[in-house]
């Protein structure tokens, strides 16, 4: 999707997945431990491993390129790879997002960050400006509005987008996320409050505003009701296939007209060489993608 054709991110990711024809996301996470081995180096090379690695994030682009409309590059990933300057990790996780856009795709930046004032503002910065940034960036709203203004502000003038962490999708996340109020609201369903107040103000025409929400499907009840308390934010849903929800229960993330929902898969897409041991990796890879896509339109739509 152009980026000129749409200047406000959910308009755009709205349209891309109409033209698609799938709300769905695939992450890229290009974990060394779990790489096919045409994509390990032999050596101690750290060199050709980033080039290994790099060839092996085009490689699933263009397979999942005709079934998704966006894909999440997780930057934790690229930050852990070595190499020599100027062509580090960084470099191809730059690289990645300017590819993924030459196919098309939007491109939501996985990187978690939150600060408050001036180290939140380098953060947004570096993410969220200039021509290699991604189209959207996920964010820490623990710190607060000054914790999340200063990416609004970055993302704002170039029309990219934000989706703050409210209802995750990890087991452990209730021992936090669920601590009540005296009145018996649970954290996550107020942060949800302040996401939705915040994001007000940031329509673009397809009614959602470019401030998102990141909403595990793991806990579809919980995503029911965050749903009800964010009625205009784009959900971004970790949680389907390798971290154990379904496709109904992605569904309790989108309003009735199956809109306003994007559902994320990694594992069990990039890597879906072991479950297809008969195909080719990156053969293996586009009929995952593929899968995906059917599995969640056909419970969305």
């Known amino acids: 999707m152009a980026r000129d054709e749409f200047d406000h ?35 101690a090379d750290s060199a050709e491993q980033l080039e290994l690695v790099g060839q092996f994030c085009a490689d ?44 098309g795709l939007v491109v939501i930046g996985d990187a978690k960050r939150g600060d408050i004032g001036s180290t939140a503002g380098a953060y947004a910065a570096a993410h969220l400006t200039g021509e ?28 990219r987008g934000v989706f703050v962490l409210v209802r995750t999708s990890n087991p452990s996340a209730k021992q936090v996320q669920d601590f009540a109020d005296a009145q018996g609201r649970p954290f996550y369903e107020h942060l949800a ?23 595990g499907a793991t806990y579809p009840d919980e995503a029911r009701r965050l749903r009800s308390i964010m009625p205009q934010q784009m959900f971004l ?18 309003h009735d007209d199956g809109t306003g929902a994007i559902v994320n898969a990694s594992r069990s897409v990039i890597y879906a060489h072991n479950r297809y041991p008969n195909l080719e990796w990156k053969q293996a890879v586009a009929q995952a993608a593929k899968e995906f896509a059917k599995d969640v339109a056909l419970a969305v739509y």
């Open 193 to 215: 409050g302040q996401v939705a107040n915040m994001g007000e103000t940031l329509l673009g025409r397809s009614g959602y505003s470019l401030l998102g929400a990141v909403v």
């Open 237 to 254: 849903v970790p949680g389907y296939g390798a971290q154990g929800a379904t496709a109904e229960d992605c569904t309790a993330a989108f």
């Open 132 to 159: 290699d940034a991604a189209d959207a960036v996920t964010v820490n709203g623990y710190f607060g509005l000054d914790g999340v203004a200063p990416f609004l502000d970055a993302a704002q003038p170039t029309g």
């Open 9 to 43: 991110f959910a308009d755009r990711l709205s349209a891309a997945i109409k033209e698609k024809g799938s709300p769905v996301c695939v992450g890229i996470d290009p974990n060394l431990s779990l790489l096919p081995k045409a994509c390990l180096c032999d050596s």
């Open 60 to 103: 699933v682009l263009e397979a999942v390129a005709p079934y998704v409309p966006a894909v999440k590059p997780q930057i934790a990933y690229f930050e852990q790879l070595p190499g020599p300057e100027p062509f580090s990790g960084m470099a191809l996780y730059s690289a990645v997002i300017r590819a993924a856009r030459e196919l």
